[in-house]
Protein backbone atom coordinates (compact mmCIF):
# COMPACT_ATOMS: atom_id res chain seq x y z
CA UNK A 1 0.00 0.00 0.00
CA UNK A 2 1.34 3.51 -0.66
CA UNK A 3 2.14 5.81 2.00
CA UNK A 4 -0.24 8.59 1.69
CA UNK A 5 2.60 11.02 2.51
CA UNK A 6 5.53 9.82 0.34
CA UNK A 7 4.97 11.46 -3.04
CA UNK A 8 5.75 8.35 -6.03
CA UNK A 9 9.16 8.28 -8.19
CA UNK A 10 8.35 10.85 -10.46
CA UNK A 11 7.94 13.64 -7.31
CA UNK A 12 4.62 13.95 -8.48
CA UNK A 13 1.19 13.34 -5.45
CA UNK A 14 -1.84 11.85 -5.78
CA UNK A 15 -5.06 14.63 -5.58
CA UNK A 16 -5.60 12.56 -2.26
CA UNK A 17 -2.23 12.61 -1.07
CA UNK A 18 -1.84 16.21 -1.44
CA UNK A 19 -5.44 17.03 0.45
CA UNK A 20 -4.20 14.51 2.98
CA UNK A 21 -0.78 16.30 3.41
CA UNK A 22 -2.17 19.57 3.15
CA UNK A 23 -4.83 18.99 6.17
CA UNK A 24 -2.13 17.28 8.14
CA UNK A 25 0.18 20.84 7.75
CA UNK A 26 -2.56 23.00 7.98
CA UNK A 27 -3.33 20.91 11.43
CA UNK A 28 -0.15 21.29 12.73
CA UNK A 29 -0.15 25.41 11.82
CA UNK A 30 -2.81 26.08 13.60
CA UNK A 31 -2.07 23.41 16.47
CA UNK A 32 0.89 25.86 17.24
CA UNK A 33 -0.57 28.42 16.85
CA UNK A 34 -3.43 27.58 19.11
CA UNK A 35 -0.64 26.49 21.63
CA UNK A 36 1.34 29.22 21.53
CA UNK A 37 -2.08 31.69 22.74
CA UNK A 38 -2.56 29.60 25.37
CA UNK A 39 0.69 29.66 26.74
CA UNK A 40 0.99 33.66 26.11
CA UNK A 41 -2.52 33.52 28.04
CA UNK A 42 -3.99 35.11 25.78
CA UNK A 43 -8.07 34.78 24.78
CA UNK A 44 -9.35 35.87 21.36
CA UNK A 45 -12.49 37.56 21.00
CA UNK A 46 -13.63 37.63 17.32
CA UNK A 47 -17.15 39.52 18.01
CA UNK A 48 -15.95 42.37 16.49
CA UNK A 49 -16.37 41.44 13.25
CA UNK A 50 -20.31 41.08 13.08
CA UNK A 51 -20.55 44.62 14.93
CA UNK A 52 -18.20 46.21 12.46
CA UNK A 53 -18.57 43.72 9.31
CA UNK A 54 -20.02 46.95 7.01
CA UNK A 55 -16.57 48.79 7.28
CA UNK A 56 -14.72 45.73 7.21
CA UNK A 57 -16.28 44.66 4.50
CA UNK A 58 -15.70 48.86 2.97
CA UNK A 59 -12.23 48.06 3.49
CA UNK A 60 -11.94 45.13 1.53
CA UNK A 61 -13.60 46.55 -1.52
CA UNK A 62 -11.15 49.83 -1.12
CA UNK A 63 -8.62 47.41 -1.22
CA UNK A 64 -9.09 45.60 -4.36
CA UNK A 65 -10.12 48.99 -5.86
CA UNK A 66 -6.55 50.44 -4.66
CA UNK A 67 -4.78 46.96 -6.02
CA UNK A 68 -6.69 46.83 -9.83
CA UNK A 69 -5.97 50.09 -10.67
CA UNK A 70 -2.36 49.92 -9.75
CA UNK A 71 -1.91 46.68 -11.69
CA UNK A 72 -3.59 48.26 -14.51
CA UNK A 73 -1.51 51.58 -14.36
CA UNK A 74 1.69 49.83 -13.31
CA UNK A 75 1.27 48.01 -16.85
CA UNK A 76 1.49 50.89 -18.48
CA UNK A 77 4.67 52.29 -16.79
CA UNK A 78 6.31 49.05 -16.74
CA UNK A 79 5.88 47.95 -20.34
CA UNK A 80 7.95 51.06 -21.85
CA UNK A 81 10.07 51.05 -18.96
CA UNK A 82 10.95 47.15 -20.38
CA UNK A 83 11.17 47.79 -23.87
CA UNK A 84 13.36 51.51 -22.64
CA UNK A 85 15.43 49.45 -21.34
CA UNK A 86 16.65 48.05 -24.37
CA UNK A 87 16.77 51.53 -26.36
CA UNK A 88 19.45 52.71 -28.54
CA UNK A 89 18.86 56.12 -27.74
CA UNK A 90 20.79 56.08 -24.23
CA UNK A 91 19.25 59.08 -22.20
CA UNK A 92 16.17 56.98 -22.28
CA UNK A 93 17.94 53.84 -21.71
CA UNK A 94 19.73 54.66 -18.88
CA UNK A 95 16.75 57.06 -17.29
CA UNK A 96 14.39 53.68 -17.71
CA UNK A 97 17.47 51.72 -16.26
CA UNK A 98 17.85 54.44 -13.28
CA UNK A 99 13.94 54.36 -12.48
CA UNK A 100 13.95 50.28 -12.23
CA UNK A 101 17.20 50.42 -9.96
CA UNK A 102 15.97 53.46 -7.54
CA UNK A 103 12.58 51.60 -7.02
CA UNK A 104 13.27 48.13 -6.44
CA UNK A 105 16.75 49.43 -4.33
CA UNK A 106 14.45 51.44 -2.32
CA UNK A 107 11.67 50.26 0.66
CA UNK A 108 7.84 50.96 -0.45
CA UNK A 109 7.61 52.81 3.21
CA UNK A 110 10.18 55.29 2.63
CA UNK A 111 8.72 55.68 -1.21
CA UNK A 112 5.10 56.38 0.01
CA UNK A 113 6.34 59.22 2.16
CA UNK A 114 8.92 60.78 -0.10
CA UNK A 115 5.98 60.71 -2.83
CA UNK A 116 2.90 61.96 -0.67
CA UNK A 117 4.72 64.68 1.31
CA UNK A 118 6.90 66.07 -1.31
CA UNK A 119 6.03 65.21 -4.69
CA UNK A 120 2.62 65.03 -4.22
CA UNK A 121 2.23 68.09 -1.92
CA UNK A 122 4.57 69.78 -5.03
CA UNK A 123 2.16 68.77 -7.72
CA UNK A 124 -1.50 69.07 -5.58
CA UNK A 125 -2.02 65.53 -5.45
CA UNK A 126 -4.24 65.60 -2.33
CA UNK A 127 -7.22 62.58 -2.82
CA UNK A 128 -5.27 60.08 -0.81
CA UNK A 129 -7.09 57.17 -3.12
CA UNK A 130 -5.54 58.75 -6.13
CA UNK A 131 -1.73 59.14 -4.45
CA UNK A 132 -1.83 55.74 -3.15
CA UNK A 133 -2.64 54.14 -6.46
CA UNK A 134 -0.27 56.05 -8.06
CA UNK A 135 2.84 55.33 -5.72
CA UNK A 136 1.66 51.61 -5.66
CA UNK A 137 2.09 51.68 -9.68
CA UNK A 138 5.51 53.11 -10.03
CA UNK A 139 6.62 50.87 -7.40
CA UNK A 140 5.40 47.91 -9.20
CA UNK A 141 6.13 49.36 -12.35
CA UNK A 142 9.90 48.69 -12.05
CA UNK A 143 9.00 45.14 -11.12
CA UNK A 144 6.99 44.78 -14.14
CA UNK A 145 9.38 46.43 -16.07
CA UNK A 146 11.98 43.36 -15.08
CA UNK A 147 9.59 41.07 -15.39
CA UNK A 148 8.61 41.85 -18.97
CA UNK A 149 12.70 42.27 -19.73
CA UNK A 150 13.22 39.41 -18.87
CA UNK A 151 10.75 37.41 -20.80
CA UNK A 152 11.75 39.32 -23.92
CA UNK A 153 15.39 38.49 -23.29
CA UNK A 154 14.85 34.63 -22.95
CA UNK A 155 12.84 34.92 -26.58
CA UNK A 156 15.25 32.52 -28.74
CA UNK A 157 16.65 34.93 -31.74
CA UNK A 158 16.59 31.68 -33.88
CA UNK A 159 12.56 32.26 -34.16
CA UNK A 160 13.00 35.73 -35.24
CA UNK A 161 15.36 35.16 -37.93
CA UNK A 162 13.04 32.82 -38.99
CA UNK A 163 9.91 34.97 -38.80
CA UNK A 164 12.11 37.11 -41.79
CA UNK A 165 13.19 34.12 -43.31
CA UNK A 166 9.47 33.21 -44.42
CA UNK A 167 8.80 36.89 -45.15
CA UNK A 168 6.89 37.93 -42.29
CA UNK A 169 6.63 42.19 -41.59
CA UNK A 170 7.63 43.75 -38.10
CA UNK A 171 4.12 43.94 -37.32
CA UNK A 172 3.89 40.52 -38.46
CA UNK A 173 6.31 39.01 -36.24
CA UNK A 174 5.44 41.12 -33.40
CA UNK A 175 1.65 39.55 -33.46
CA UNK A 176 2.13 35.66 -34.83
CA UNK A 177 5.68 35.53 -32.68
CA UNK A 178 6.62 37.61 -29.98
CA UNK A 179 3.18 38.46 -27.84
CA UNK A 180 1.96 34.63 -28.03
CA UNK A 181 5.32 33.73 -26.17
CA UNK A 182 5.18 36.66 -23.87
CA UNK A 183 2.12 36.40 -23.15
CA UNK A 184 2.73 32.88 -21.71
CA UNK A 185 5.57 33.70 -20.20
CA UNK A 186 4.95 36.97 -18.35
CA UNK A 187 0.92 35.73 -17.40
CA UNK A 188 2.12 33.75 -14.25
CA UNK A 189 4.67 36.51 -13.23
CA UNK A 190 2.09 39.03 -13.45
CA UNK A 191 -0.19 37.44 -11.79
CA UNK A 192 2.29 37.08 -8.64
CA UNK A 193 3.12 40.78 -8.90
CA UNK A 194 -0.54 41.06 -8.82
CA UNK A 195 -0.71 39.50 -4.86
CA UNK A 196 2.27 41.20 -3.79
CA UNK A 197 0.54 44.84 -4.58
CA UNK A 198 -2.36 43.45 -2.99
CA UNK A 199 -0.14 42.81 0.06
CA UNK A 200 1.71 46.23 -0.42
CA UNK A 201 -1.66 48.00 0.00
CA UNK A 202 -2.03 47.78 3.37
CA UNK A 203 1.41 50.24 3.71
CA UNK A 204 -0.63 52.80 2.76
CA UNK A 205 -2.53 52.82 5.93
CA UNK A 206 0.99 55.31 6.94
CA UNK A 207 -0.93 58.15 4.41
CA UNK A 208 -4.80 57.05 6.02
CA UNK A 209 -6.13 55.48 2.96
CA UNK A 210 -8.98 53.76 4.56
CA UNK A 211 -8.01 50.23 3.00
CA UNK A 212 -8.14 46.74 5.20
CA UNK A 213 -5.39 47.48 7.13
CA UNK A 214 -6.49 51.21 8.14
CA UNK A 215 -10.18 49.99 8.86
CA UNK A 216 -8.77 47.02 11.20
CA UNK A 217 -6.52 49.38 13.08
CA UNK A 218 -9.05 51.57 13.49
CA UNK A 219 -11.44 49.04 14.89
CA UNK A 220 -8.39 47.60 17.35
CA UNK A 221 -8.00 51.13 18.55
CA UNK A 222 -12.07 51.31 19.44
CA UNK A 223 -12.34 47.22 20.95
CA UNK A 224 -8.97 47.35 22.36
CA UNK A 225 -8.40 43.98 20.66
CA UNK A 226 -5.02 44.12 18.64
CA UNK A 227 -4.58 39.77 18.59
CA UNK A 228 -8.15 39.51 17.33
CA UNK A 229 -7.97 42.33 14.36
CA UNK A 230 -4.60 41.34 13.49
CA UNK A 231 -5.42 37.47 13.05
CA UNK A 232 -8.95 38.20 11.15
CA UNK A 233 -6.89 41.10 8.78
CA UNK A 234 -3.87 38.08 8.06
CA UNK A 235 -6.87 35.73 7.53
CA UNK A 236 -8.61 38.50 4.96
CA UNK A 237 -5.21 38.91 2.87
CA UNK A 238 -5.15 35.46 2.36
CA UNK A 239 -8.88 35.44 1.32
CA UNK A 240 -7.46 37.44 -1.03
CA UNK A 241 -4.30 36.36 -2.15
CA UNK A 242 -4.37 32.78 -1.76
CA UNK A 243 -7.14 32.61 -5.39
CA UNK A 244 -4.33 34.59 -7.15
CA UNK A 245 -1.73 32.47 -6.25
CA UNK A 246 -3.52 29.17 -7.78
CA UNK A 247 -4.55 31.55 -10.92
CA UNK A 248 -0.84 32.08 -11.26
CA UNK A 249 -0.21 28.09 -11.11
CA UNK A 250 -2.83 27.53 -13.37
CA UNK A 251 -1.48 30.23 -16.32
CA UNK A 252 2.20 28.08 -15.34
CA UNK A 253 0.71 24.75 -15.84
CA UNK A 254 -1.51 26.30 -19.25
CA UNK A 255 1.26 28.00 -20.87
CA UNK A 256 3.74 25.78 -19.90
CA UNK A 257 6.18 28.88 -20.19
CA UNK A 258 9.25 26.93 -18.95
CA UNK A 259 9.57 24.76 -21.87
Given amino acids: ?88 ILPVRYLCDLYVKLIRGTPLLAQIYLFFYIVGTAWGVENRFAAGVIILSVFSGAYIAEIVRGS ?35 LPALTGQFASIVKDSSLLSVI ?3 ELTQTMQEISASTFNLFGTYLVLAALYLVLTLPIMFVSRWFERRGSYAH
Wanted: aromatic letters at 8%; hydrophobic letters at 55%.
Fill in 1 to 88: MRNPFVAGRDGRATPAQALASYALVCAAVIGFFWLSLAMAGIALNLDFVAQFRTRIADGLLLTLEISVASLVLSCVIGLPVAVGQGSR
Fill in 152 to 186: LSSLDSGQLEAARAVGFTRAQTLRYVVVPQLVSRT
Fill in 208 to 210: AVI
